[in-house]
């Protein structure tokens, strides 16, 4: 899955951040509602956690904006309100589940993989390119109908790549991504793990950018 966390609680928001990337997920996180607006706009996510209580934007106007521009990837919103009224009015604003500080990680990825589900059965589409097919729900990758075996780092970058058809997409975007680093120095880390995912979708599918990084076309 590809996963927005909008959440300006600088521990919390690493928690949530770490504990995804180990399962497997690519994770942007955006600390203001201003940059996680932009990108929730922007970037095609699976979902999106919202917390209501942001320094310069209200969640709740935010969500309200995403709905109204026919945003309509999954939320899940964060609040430390526990009245009603205030979970009644995020679902009202156009969230599609609400969960309650202080919380477990279990129960949140629990819940963010029951709005993947209940979205793909609405008509998500699987990312497909000519034969090779990923299903960020289900988290599985097929080549000619049979399936593959990959791992968590290899299935995210994929990921990153197929939802980016033909854009370049560079080697410290993936470290980011993936491993939550950012440094050039790490690159060869990307080139180690494209290789042996070429091996298993064949060499041919992801293209080489020299000097900048990969793209699928």
């Known amino acids: 899955m590809r996963i927005l966390i909008i959440e300006d609680e600088k521990q919390l928001a690493a928690n949530i951040k770490s504990f995804l990337l180990k399962k497997g997920d690519a994770v942007d996180l955006a600390v203001t509602g201003e940059e996680g607006a932009y990108l929730a706009e922007n970037e095609p996510y699976d979902v999106v956690i919202l917390d209501l209580m942001l320094p310069d934007k ?20 964060l609040t430390a309100r526990v009245a ?12 599609d589940d609400y969960l309650t500080k202080p919380f477990a990680l279990t129960e ?25 097919e990923l299903n960020p729900a289900s988290h599985t990758v097929s080549l000619d109908k049979k ?22 997409v560079t080697r410290s975007m993936i470290m980011e991504h993936v491993w939550d680093y950012n440094f050039e120095s790490l690159s060869n880390v990307v080139d180690v793990f494209v ?12 293209k080489t950018v ?8």
Not at 147 to 166: N, Q, V, Y
Not at 195 to 206: E, F, Q
């Open 58 to 77: 209200d969640g709740l106007k935010i969500c309200q904006s995403l709905r109204q521009k026919e945003v309509k990837t999954p939320i899940l919103m």
């Open 84 to 95: 009603v009224e205030e979970r009644v009015a995020g679902l009202n604003a156009g969230a």
């Open 108 to 132: 949140l990825q629990a819940r963010l993989e029951a709005l993947i589900r209940r979205n793909q059965s609405e008509g998500k589409t699987i990312l497909k390119i000519d034969k090779l």
């Open 147 to 168: 399936s593959l075996l990959l791992t968590p780092k290899e299935f995210a970058i994929l990921e990153m790549l197929m939802r980016r058809p033909g854009q370049v």
């Open 195 to 206: 290789n042996t995912l070429r091996k298993k979708i064949g060499k041919d599918v992801i």
């Open 210 to 217: 020299h000097g900048v990084g990969y793209k699928i076309e």
